[in-house]
C-alpha cells in the first residue's frame, strides 16, 4: 500500500530544484552586484534588484510546494505536518 502519493513526492521533489533555479536566474539578472559569498539570497528579492520578481516569484513557489508537501503527507503526524506547511 502506498502511503505517500506520487505528487507529494513530486512537490516536494520540485521544491529545491524551484529555489535553486531561481537563485540562479536572478543571480544572472544582478550581475557582478551580488556576491553569493557575503550576501544571502534574499538581497535577490529586495526592493530594487534587477530579479526581484524572479527570486519572488521562486520563493512564493517555494511556499507552494512546502504546503502541498503537508497537504498531502497524511502519514505523517500532524505536528510534523504543522511544522512543514
Known amino acids: 500500500m502506498l502511503l505517500v502519493p506520487r505528487w507529494v513526492l513530486l512537490s516536494s521533489g520540485f ?3 524551484l529555489l535553486i533555479a531561481g537563485w540562479v536566474i ?3 539578472l544582478e550581475g ?3 556576491d553569493p559569498v557575503t550576501q ?3 538581497v535577490l528579492a529586495a526592493y530594487g534588484a534587477s530579479g526581484s520578481w524572479v527570486m519572488t516569484g ?3 513557489a517555494l511556499g507552494v510546494c512546502h504546503l ?3 497537504w498531502g503527507l497524511r502519514a505523517a503526524a500532524a505536528a510534523g505536518r504543522a511544522a512543514l506547511a
Open 15 to 17: 521544491a529545491p530544484l
Open 26 to 28: 536572478a543571480a544572472a
Open 32 to 34: 557582478s552586484a551580488y
Open 40 to 42: 544571502t539570497i534574499s
Open 58 to 60: 521562486a520563493f512564493i
Open 68 to 70: 502541498l508537501t503537508a
